[in-house]
């Protein structure tokens, strides 16, 4: 269950006390009866706003939320202790969490400094796949474009698997050319999901980032808003950012992930 920004119009503004470290933020939470979470993570990125993992029983939540005050913290434990968005408490909670004004301007500094970086040619990370999986992977996007998108993706799109991914399964970057025409700098997709088991969530993870592409190119719309929804309904894939996703994770973050899941040869030849 994760959730990435989209964020709502909201007036509300909640006073902070003090900085928060993890296990203040656990110990918190647990008061507040959510007594499932075993560990509180923050992440200091620029879209993911809060996500659970491990079954519910961790907590990965933006940075900005170490100065959390009281009436967010219920809210978070409110989630926590769902398990995520089942309920209309629950739905409130996420969207007072959302609208947080402090949120929205360390995810702006977030992306601000990332900017910065790609400007000085800095990459989000190398490509982890083999020349298989490389086969695989650009085999199935081209198979999505023809078959859900129409062709209206640029077929030279980077698609790359990524190792350093923990709670995410995916991104699409944005970017632009020269001329200031948008453009799709990388598709990047979690190495786990070329793990046994994760057929049904690597189809519907890379189709949920060719719809954030084909919604990015044509409307220059980067979050999960109606535009979004409505490709993610035209070619398939679930069209919420709340998903609690059954994915088969690496035993350990630095274990090597080779397979490359079975292909119909009729793909290979799009």
């Not at 029983?57 to 009281?70: K, Q, Y």
């Not at 790359?160 to 997709?189: K, N, W, Y």
Request: charged content about 25%.
């Amino acid at each position: 269950m994760c959730a990435t920004l989209d964020l709502p119009k909201s007036g509300v503004v909640l006073d902070t006390r003090g900085v928060l470290t993890p296990s203040d933020f656990l110990a918190a939470l647990r008061a507040r009866g959510a007594t499932r979470l075993a560990a509180v993570r923050f992440r200091n990125n620029r879209s993911t706003v809060w996500s659970l993992t491990q079954r519910g029983t961790v907590l990965n939540v933006h940075a900005a939320f170490r100065e959390a005050p009281p009436g967010l913290l219920d809210a978070f434990a409110t989630l926590a202790a769902e398990g995520g968005i089942g309920s209309r408490q629950s739905r409130r909670a996420a969207a007072a969490i959302s609208g947080w004004p402090r949120l929205k301007e360390a995810i702006d500094d977030a992306r601000r400094a990332h900017e910065g970086r790609r400007t000085a040619g800095q990459a989000d990370g190398p490509c982890c796949a083999t020349p298989g999986q490389r086969a695989y992977v650009l085999a199935l996007y081209r198979y999505f474009n023809h078959t859900r998108f129409d062709g209206r993706l640029p077929s030279d799109i980077p698609v790359r698997l990524s190792r350093r991914m923990t709670s995410a399964l995916g991104h699409m970057r944005p970017g632009s050319d020269d001329a200031g025409q948008r453009r799709v700098s990388e598709i990047a997709l979690n190495v786990d999901l070329m793990l046994e088991g994760n057929g049904a969530e690597r189809a519907d993870t890379l189709l949920h980032e060719m719809a954030h592409a084909a919604d990015y190119i044509e409307s220059g719309h980067r979050g999960h808003g109606s535009s979004w929804r409505a490709w993610a309904h035209r070619v398939g894939c679930r069209a919420t950012t709340l998903l609690d996703r059954p994915v088969h994770y690496r035993g350990r973050r630095d274990q090597a992930v080779t397979r490359v899941p079975p292909l119909p040869p009729a793909l290979l030849e799009l």
